[in-house]
């Protein structure tokens, strides 16, 4: 097991995570059926975003909480989803990554989608 710290590992990090998501039951259908994502534009992003949480090399920016609002609009992103997406991060880190900055990719992340969920719950009342 290696430690996560180069670009090239976040890449293949995000690449095993969201092919888990896009196949997800719980999951899967916002990116493939309500977003209809670009997977090919999306996944480029996602690479940014963690080098720019994890490494601070800037290279996302962007809003990342701005994107969810027109999804939770269309289907609710539910308490019980983001649970979900934490639990398919953690697996997906913990089965390539070991080490600081693996923890660092877990407890961040669950940070962001809980306050996300919050966020996203806040906007539907
Ligand atoms: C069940 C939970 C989640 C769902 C269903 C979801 C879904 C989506 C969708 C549909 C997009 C738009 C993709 C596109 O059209 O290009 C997106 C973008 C994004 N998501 Fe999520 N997401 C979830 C949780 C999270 C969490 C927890 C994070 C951060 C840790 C996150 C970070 C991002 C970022 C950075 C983008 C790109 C925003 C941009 O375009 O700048 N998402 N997500």
């Given at each position: 097991m290696k430690k996560l710290e180069t670009r090239e590992d976040?890449?293949?990090l995000?690449?095993?995570?969201?092919?888990?998501?896009?196949k997800d039951e719980t999951i899967g259908f916002?990116?493939?059926?309500?977003?209809?994502?670009?997977?090919a534009n999306h996944?480029?992003?996602?690479?940014?975003f963690w080098e720019?949480?994890?490494?601070g090399?800037?290279?996302?920016?962007g809003n990342p909480?701005?994107?969810?609002?027109?999804?939770?609009?269309?289907?609710?992103?539910?308490?019980?989803?983001?649970?979900?997406?934490?639990?398919?991060?953690?697996?997906?880190v913990e089965?390539?990554?070991?080490?600081?900055m693996a923890e660092t990719a877990i407890y961040k992340a669950t940070n962001i989608a809980n306050l996300m969920g919050y966020k996203m719950e806040m906007a539907r009342r």
């Open positions: 976040i890449e293949l995000v690449n095993k995570f969201y092919d888990k998501v896009a916002f990116f493939n059926d309500v977003a209809k994502v670009k997977w996944l480029p992003k996602m690479y940014s720019t949480l994890l490494f090399q800037v290279s996302y920016k909480m701005a994107m969810h609002f027109p999804v939770n609009e269309k289907v609710a992103i539910e308490k019980r989803h983001f649970e979900h997406w934490i639990k398919l991060w953690t697996e997906t089965e390539n990554f070991m080490g600081e």
